[in-house]
DNA sequence: AAGAAACTAATTGCACAAAAATAGTTTCCA
DNA sequence: TGGAAACTATTTTTGTGCAATTAGTTTCTT
């Protein structure tokens, strides 16, 4: 792996144990490298952010162009499966913490909403696609979206899945079975 | 009405407007009484503010009371409805508004979260009880009711009910929807 | 009995300064 | 070339005193 990639992953880890607050220095530690190594790389903090940011939807846009080429799914495995897409990068880094770095970091809360918004494309398509075929009901999008998720948002503020014993995937893989049998329409059943 | 009645419901619309930080005034003020009526009721804020709770939670337990006991309704729609109950009350008054009150009434939020928690019962046991029926999937109850919860937080919390041109009522019965058919087994399709 | 208004003790918000932490640079060394 | 550590300018946090606000009480009035 490449230094640039090893360093985002890093901060990735980072980010996940010390909070949105780690420090230059705590990256630095938690990679075994020094901090000049880092501003190798990236000319400040926050361009390393960005950089972050884009490497993470640009996984999961690759995860999500898979599902829609792959010729054996039908409409509606394919929804199925793009759901849980975006949730399952939420493993990695929750992107809900980083709508904290609101104030601090208004150009990486940007990117985040942006990318975030713009990552609903090829599933609102697919949902669309599904309701013109008639598998979908006519359901409106944004809430069906807000309710996904609204529902991985809890998964991390809350300690439900803890308290439940239940692990993250089971977690998402019914959170996004109830959804999809939501919408679906009788005739498919 | 009388008069602790009429004290609870103007709380309620000062809350509503003035948001958690109303004052004994703003309230004397809107009920057109002066403080010492309001004293000559509740001892302090505190106990106004419990009984607030109490008052609105005992209106959900009436309500739910109403759905459980009609003869008339099967197991599934019995649901469909008690799911609706609780978000409807939230029209009155934002009780997730109230988990702002954490640090400075932590009297009333732990008795939210408890009444919160204990009025899931009802619903928690017609679930039980479709589940025993055949009529709902064995899924995992305290994921079904975060995901109510998570949903209904979004709605005021972000404003995407405006932005999409949906009223509450028709939001809240697609969510309802979504998840109710969603739990649902194939057979009654 | 209840409202209006004044009153007080306590709480809260705020300005501002001191102290601590940190991003980014530089020096030295292997 | 890159790590360790020192360094500095800036940012963030923390503490504090002061002013404003507010819960609850009291007084006076109708």
Same sequence: chains 1, 2.
Wanted: cysteine-free; hydrophobic content about 40%.
């Amino acid at each position: 792996m490449e230094l640039r990639e090893e360093i985002l992953v890093g901060t990735m880890r980072v980010f996940n144990i010390k909070g949105l607050k780690f420090t230059m220095d705590d990256l630095a530690r938690e990679l075994g490298i020094s901090k000049k190594t880092i501003y190798t790389v990236f000319d400040n903090k926050e361009d390393m952010f960005l950089a972050l940011v884009d490497y993470l939807f640009d996984g999961i846009k690759e995860e999500e162009a898979k599902v829609i080429t792959d010729p054996n799914l039908s409409t509606v495995d394919r929804i199925r499966k793009i759901l849980g897409v975006m949730p399952a990068s939420y493993r990695d880094l929750d992107l809900g913490q980083l709508y904290l770095l609101k104030d601090k970091y208004p150009k990486i809360y940007a990117k985040v909403e942006e990318r975030l918004e713009s990552g609903w494309e090829n599933t609102i398509s697919l949902i669309e696609t599904g309701q013109k075929e008639g598998v979908i009901r006519p359901i409106h999008i944004p809430i069906l979206k807000m309710m996904l998720e609204a529902s991985l948002e809890q998964f991390f503020r809350r300690d439900i899945l803890i308290k439940n014993k239940i692990t993250y995937q089971t977690a998402l893989d019914e959170v996004v079975g109830i959804l999809v049998d939501g919408i679906l329409t009788g005739q498919t059943h």
